[in-house]
């Protein structure tokens, strides 16, 4: 398995995401932003921190994967880049940033992975016809 650097503005399009919703989502006003750290919500001040850790985890995987290749790290800042990614666009750049940065073994139990998890969760019910769909089927 190889792993690769994402870009900062992959990582800016997810904080984007977790912090407005899709651009296709049902209803942003109901929007649940993931965890971060175990509070429950947090705003642009915080989507820097967000980022930052996100990046710190891809970078942790290049060491585990590649040890000789120890590479400057650089700081993040949130720019809010671009336009907000669609549900699909987001589960699939969810997909490649742990692709990327699973490859220690740290990875299980680090806040990147439960921020990650939860904007999962979020997106799946912001998908249309989540809400009408029966919760329990007999």
Same mark, same amino acid.
């Given at each position: 398995?190889? %792993?690769?650097?994402?870009? *900062?503005?992959?990582?800016?399009?997810?904080? $984007?995401? !977790?912090?407005? /919703? &899709?651009?296709?989502?049902?209803?942003?006003?109901?929007?649940?932003?993931?965890?971060?750290?175990?509070?429950?919500?947090?705003?642009?001040?915080?989507?820097?921190?967000?980022?930052?850790?996100?990046?710190?985890?891809?970078?942790?995987?290049?060491? %585990?994967?590649?040890?000789? *290749?120890?590479?400057?790290?650089?700081?993040? $800042?949130? !720019?809010?880049? /671009? &336009?907000r990614l669609t549900i699909v666009e987001a589960f699939k750049a969810l997909d490649c940033?742990?692709?990327?940065?699973?490859?220690?073994?740290?990875?299980?139990?680090?806040?990147?992975?439960?921020?990650?998890?939860?904007?999962?969760?979020?997106?799946?019910?912001s998908m249309a016809g989540y809400d009408a769909a029966p919760w329990g089927i007999e």
């Open positions: 398995m190889s %792993a690769f650097l994402v870009s *900062d503005n992959h990582i800016d399009q997810l904080i $984007t995401v !977790a912090l407005h /919703g &899709p651009r296709d989502g049902k209803n942003a006003r109901n929007w649940y932003q993931p965890s971060l750290k175990g509070t429950q919500t947090w705003g642009a001040e915080s989507a820097t921190e967000a980022g930052q850790m996100l990046l710190n985890e891809n970078y942790n995987s290049l060491d %585990a994967r590649y040890p000789a *290749d120890k590479d400057g790290r650089h700081a993040f $800042t949130y !720019a809010g880049r /671009g &336009p940033y742990e692709y990327q940065s699973c490859e220690h073994d740290g990875w299980e139990a680090s806040y990147a992975r439960k921020f990650c998890d939860s904007l999962r969760g979020n997106l799946c019910s």
